[in-house]
């Protein structure tokens, strides 16, 4: 049975926003009759679709429609100031960069105003502000450095008509409400297999208890997990213990991929090391699975979500002896879930026996005419008869050694941070990160000299060992030739190491890359590498201001603290385009409070999230909507976004401290 909408209307021409000169256009069928649809009838996602049906046996010229835009000649995109939607600490460069079109004049002048709470605004200073050097996008930019201003207060610019949010001057700046939100709420809304309460709210339910069963062997599932052969001792629709506890949703999905669980501990282990937070806001009871947001429980909160990601990591390791590649749904109705994680399955462990023709593999491609195995009709009516009676989770193991390095990271890095905390859990997680380089270390390739490098990074800082410390200069080659990607990482190690012409070799590549690195900053006005792709660039920029900050601590001369604080800057607003939300919900003046995150049906958001952002209409239009369903501008994600931003927040709070 197929179901179809019924068109709001039908004609011949459709006025689109008549009433608006800058909205209207218009469409003309010059064969069948136009259709006018709600699409949200079939889809959360949906939006008003027009259509023409396509007439039986036409073969050419099937539909013919003439769209015709509104066009005002006298219309220019008007002025944008970007500022950060936090704001900034007294010693740090200040810089509103403001976006013009091109076809008007640079004529104003930036008003620094203060906002005084009996007298409105007070005009500070009055700067010229200076050209950017450089083509990015299709406006002109110009920059108003306003660093000398330095009082404590609330403050906005001004240029012409146009006025920016108000942001803080003020030393506190960085000290409250702004990395607070990912370890408050953002970590525990995400956190599987637990109940989440905020007071009287309960986020989500207990959930996926039922995780998880071993996927069938040589098959592909729709959303790019990969399966070969089984492990071996495994059939396929084993029920394979110790996978239900631990880990975090993936954001706007519920599935855990394993990147996703390291790459979280890894972030949030490196900002224990280097900041010592010890910040408690949050219950974790694992023995009744209940996580109580905003009620202390004595214990560092960022230890306990290190303690969660490495159930789910540990409890893997434990079951096959190598890192799975993730867990995730088995069929399509539940992958587009959208409410309670709580509802996605029973928590039944499914006890067999393995179905002969099991509907939730519908959705699974199995071969590349994968036509026969489903309709595609089918997959978009999801009426009840498609509900599939087996609803458990499907585990899929990994398809490379890439991802088994990388897991080495997360594990010697939490190792370390949890010593003297939770010393059987450190001993676990190091003795795995051991075992796992034992057994893929040899593993060769580009991508896998990626990880081989940040996983013996973390190996000589925990260890100490010399095996270590030998593997490490025997890659001269690979990290020279990547010294630009790994060089944060490699210089955390190079301390440890006491060859002292492989030192200064490497010291030397790092030398020549930093003018490669600081100029790709300088590329355009906000003062970071910005080289968009189908996604907002923010995550990326964010990970570039966490690698920037530790190539500043270990080589101030070389690499300036600046980029760093503009990637911190770009997310929190200084980033192109009309929309100067903070890419981190409730976090800012104004921020993306509409985002695509497990509450996205809601038009709602998760505080401390941390969207993909601005993202590149082809070839230079900068575009972030306040849509939900827009994954590539407003998607949250674990294993970076937020614990990034988190850790960019702290390290330019301990940075302009000193």
């Known amino acids: 049975m197929s179901l179809n909408a019924t068109p709001i209307a039908k004609g011949r021409e459709l006025t689109v926003a008549p009433e608006n000169e800058l909205q209207r256009m218009k469409i003309k069928s010059l064969s069948g009759p136009l259709q006018l649809l709600d699409g949200r009838i079939k889809h959360n ?91 990015f996008l299709r406006f002109n930019y110009l920059i108003a450095d306003f660093s000398e201003v330095k009082e404590p207060g609330m403050y906005v610019v001004q240029y012409g008509d146009v006025i920016s949010e108000a942001f803080q001057i003020d030393a506190t700046v960085y000290d409250q409400g702004v990395w607070q939100p990912v370890l408050e709420y953002f970590l525990p809304v995400q956190m599987c297999h637990m109940k989440v309460f905020e007071k009287y709210r309960v986020w989500h339910d ?34 394979v213990e110790g996978l239900n506890a631990g880990g975090w949703h993936d954001a706007g999905d519920y599935d855990m991929r394993i990147e996703s669980q390291v790459g979280t501990v890894f972030n949030l ?15 974790v009871d694992v023995d009744r699975r209940i996580v109580e947001i905003h009620h202390p429980d004595g214990k560092p909160d960022a230890l306990q979500q290190i303690e969660h990601g490495l159930a789910a990591i540990l409890g893997g390791y434990r079951a096959f002896n190598e890192l799975y590649r993730g867990i995730i749904c088995n069929n399509l109705r539940q992958y587009v879930l959208l409410g309670d994680a709580g509802s996605m399955t029973d928590n039944k462990v499914f006890e067999g026996p393995a179905p002969k023709n099991h509907n939730g593999l519908w959705f699974l491609k199995v071969s590349t005419d994968y036509s026969k195995y489903y309709n595609p009709q089918d997959n978009y009516d999801m009426i009840e008869e498609h509900v599939p009676e087996l609803d458990d989770r499907m585990v899929f193991m990994n398809e490379g050694p890439g991802r088994q390095l990388d897991g080495i990271t997360g594990l010697a890095a939490a190792s370390r941070v949890l010593r003297g905390y939770n010393d059987k859990l450190a001993d676990e ?32 800082i925990t260890t100490n060992k010399e095996k270590y410390k030998q593997a490490f200069i025997e890659l001269k080659p690979e990290i020279k030739q990547s010294i630009s990607r790994m060089g944060w990482n ?59 900050y530790f190539l500043n601590k270990h080589h ?17 607003g200084c980033h192109p385009g009309e929309n100067t939300a903070s890419f981190a919900s409730n976090i800012g003046t104004r921020s993306q409070t509409v985002a695509y995150g497990v509450n996205r049906a809601d038009w709602s958001f ?32 674990v294993g970076g976004g937020s614990t990034h931003f988190m850790f960019l927040v702290l390290g330019a709070q301990k940075y302009l401290s000193k």
């Open 45 to 135: 996602n949906g939006w008003f679709v027009v259509r023409s049906e396509i007439p039986a046996g036409a073969t050419t010229g099937a539909i013919e429609w003439i769209v015709t835009p509104n066009i005002v000649d006298s219309w220019h995109y008007g002025p944008v100031v970007h500022t950060s939607q936090v704001g900034y600490h007294p010693n740090q460069e200040k810089r509103a960069v403001i976006e013009l079109d091109k076809r008007l004049a640079a004529d104003q002048s930036a008003v620094i105003k203060r906002i005084d709470p009996d007298n409105g605004y007070t005009q500070i200073a009055t700067i010229e502000p200076q050209p950017f050097k450089g083509e």
């Open 206 to 239: 207990v959930c996926h208890l039922d995780d998880a069963l071993m996927a069938p062997p040589n098959i592909n599932h729709f959303d790019g997990y990969t399966h070969g052969e089984l492990p071996e001792g495994y059939k396929a629709y084993q029920p």
């Open 269 to 283: 282990a490196l900002a224990v090391e280097e900041f010592a937070i010890d910040y408690d806001q949050t219950l």
């Open 429 to 460: 997680a190091l003795e795995t990160a051991e075992n796992l380089w034992d057994a893929f270390g040899d593993s060769e390739g580009r991508w896998v000299n990626y990880a081989k490098i940040s996983s013996l990074v973390e190996l000589i």
């Open 490 to 548: 490699v210089a955390r190690a190079l301390p440890f190491i006491k060859d002292t012409a492989f030192k200064q070799e490497i010291e030397k590549s790092l030398e020549e890359a930093s003018s490669e690195i600081n100029a790709q900053a300088r590329e355009n006005p906000f003062g970071v590498p910005y080289h968009p792709a189908i996604w907002g660039a923010g995550w990326g920029i964010q990970e570039f201001g966490v690698s920037y």
């Open 556 to 572: 101030p001369d070389l690499f300036p603290i600046d980029p760093m604080l503009n990637a911190l800057n770009f997310v929190l």
């Open 606 to 637: 998760i505080p401390g999230g941390v969207v993909s952002g601005t993202n590149l209409t082809r070839p230079d239009f900068p575009e972030m909507k306040d849509w939900p369903f827009m994954w590539q501008q407003t998607e949250y994600v």
